[in-house]
């Protein structure tokens, strides 16, 4: 046995041992190489190919790849279907299988080869793949899910032609080989089942329904507010009163130390209550019974009492002098 150098080689010597039959192909994802790549492999041989995503893979190619895959994609033993769920969550097929069904006209036996790798450059030369032979006790179960699968699916030879920059139309090269019977029709153009379109509608329907509760909710909202903002004004009109309010009386401002010294200027002192000096019976006796207190001379008009000195009784018209007239 010849030693398998990757996945693209597996995939071919699983050829060369089932001839003739039927090809059916599941991957998770392909590329404008990898249908290329199928197409001078199954030249002669009706092929059903399920991709789970068709998003990725057909928008960077060299021109020899796209010319293969577009020849690939237009011929009318081919049929490139897609299947994929969002009901309880995404959902899509991912499974990567090689099934060949058996050819009654030649007597030859199916066979089944499952693993890991898609159809791509990477998954075919560059990745770590690993792919076996079924036993065929499962050929029966594995080919009865392959075709329930294939069936929901939808068609996307349209789709994908126009993401190879090519338009859906016959080439003289394409090879034309009739359908295998016993297969259910081929879906022109990129339609899809009435289910989906069906799908599809509620779905749209669904995301406006959703689309108008949010505007609806926004503007309540905004409603709610505004009420909310002229009812506090309306109950701060009510509570407040009726008349002016009296402006709190501002306090008087502090005067400078000149204005408070000036306007005590202005404030005479009254003069003290003049004493009534107790009768004097003599003279000498009353003046030595008084403290004596020794001063400058007094001013014009005054005379003191006994020699210059001073009394201590003042004198009632200048209060701020010690001297009696």
């Given at each position: 046995m010849p030693p398998v150098t990757g996945p693209a080689d597996r995939i071919e010597r699983f050829l060369r041992d089932n001839p003739s039959g039927t090809l059916w192909v599941a991957v998770g994802f392909a590329s404008a190489f990898g249908l290329s790549w199928?197409?001078?492999?199954?030249?002669?041989?009706?092929?059903?190919?399920?991709?789970?995503?068709?998003?990725?893979?057909?928008?960077?190619?060299?021109?020899?790849?796209?010319?293969?895959?577009?020849r690939f994609l237009q011929r009318s033993d081919v049929q490139v279907r897609s299947w994929y769920s969002k009901r309880g969550g995404y959902r899509t097929a991912h499974a990567k299988a090689w099934f060949v069904?058996?050819?009654?006209?030649?007597?030859?036996?199916?066979?089944?080869?499952?693993?890991?790798?898609?159809?791509?450059?990477?998954?075919?030369?560059?990745?770590?793949?690993?792919l076996a032979v079924a036993a065929p006790s499962e050929h029966e179960n594995l080919f009865a899910e392959m075709r329930r699968v294939f069936q929901e699916g939808w068609n996307v030879e349209s789709d994908l032609l126009d993401k190879l920059g090519h338009p859906?139309?016959?080439?003289?090269?394409?090879?034309?080989h009739p359908p295998a019977r016993g297969h259910a029709p081929?879906?022109?153009?990129?339609?899809?089942?009435?289910?989906?379109?069906?799908?599809?509608?509620?779905s749209r329907i669904f995301k406006l329904w959703r689309g108008a509760a949010i505007v609806v909710a926004g503007v309540g909202i905004l409603l709610t507010i505004l009420f909310a903002i002229l009812a506090i004004?309306?109950?701060?009109?009510l509570g407040s009163p009726s008349g002016p309010t009296p402006s709190p009386a501002s306090p008087a401002?502090?005067?400078s130390a000149q204005a408070v010294s000036a306007d005590q200027s202005d404030i005479q002192p009254s003069p003290p209550p003049a004493e009534q000096p107790p009768p004097i019976l003599d003279a000498q006796v009353a003046l030595t019974d008084r403290p004596?207190?020794?001063?400058?001379?007094?001013?014009?008009?005054?005379?003191p009492v006994v020699d210059g000195n001073a009394s201590s009784y003042g004198a009632p018209e200048r209060p701020d002098l010690q001297w009696v007239s």
């Amino acid at each position: 046995m010849p030693p398998v150098t990757g996945p693209a080689d597996r995939i071919e010597r699983f050829l060369r041992d089932n001839p003739s039959g039927t090809l059916w192909v599941a991957v998770g994802f392909a590329s404008a190489f990898g249908l290329s790549w199928l197409n001078q492999r199954t030249s002669g041989r009706p092929v059903r190919l399920l991709i789970g995503d068709t998003r990725t893979g057909f928008d960077k190619h060299k021109d020899t790849d796209r010319i293969g895959a577009v020849r690939f994609l237009q011929r009318s033993d081919v049929q490139v279907r897609s299947w994929y769920s969002k009901r309880g969550g995404y959902r899509t097929a991912h499974a990567k299988a090689w099934f060949v069904e058996t050819d009654k006209h030649l007597g030859t036996p199916g066979s089944v080869l499952v693993g890991s790798a898609n159809l791509t450059k990477q998954g075919l030369f560059k990745n770590f793949e690993m792919l076996a032979v079924a036993a065929p006790s499962e050929h029966e179960n594995l080919f009865a899910e392959m075709r329930r699968v294939f069936q929901e699916g939808w068609n996307v030879e349209s789709d994908l032609l126009d993401k190879l920059g090519h338009p859906n139309q016959p080439t003289p090269q394409s090879p034309t080989h009739p359908p295998a019977r016993g297969h259910a029709p081929r879906h022109t153009g990129s339609s899809r089942p009435r289910g989906h379109h069906r799908m599809a509608t509620l779905s749209r329907i669904f995301k406006l329904w959703r689309g108008a509760a949010i505007v609806v909710a926004g503007v309540g909202i905004l409603l709610t507010i505004l009420f909310a903002i002229l009812a506090i004004v309306m109950l701060g009109e009510l509570g407040s009163p009726s008349g002016p309010t009296p402006s709190p009386a501002s306090p008087a401002p502090p005067q400078s130390a000149q204005a408070v010294s000036a306007d005590q200027s202005d404030i005479q002192p009254s003069p003290p209550p003049a004493e009534q000096p107790p009768p004097i019976l003599d003279a000498q006796v009353a003046l030595t019974d008084r403290p004596e207190v020794r001063t400058s001379p007094p001013p014009e008009g005054w005379a003191p009492v006994v020699d210059g000195n001073a009394s201590s009784y003042g004198a009632p018209e200048r209060p701020d002098l010690q001297w009696v007239s």
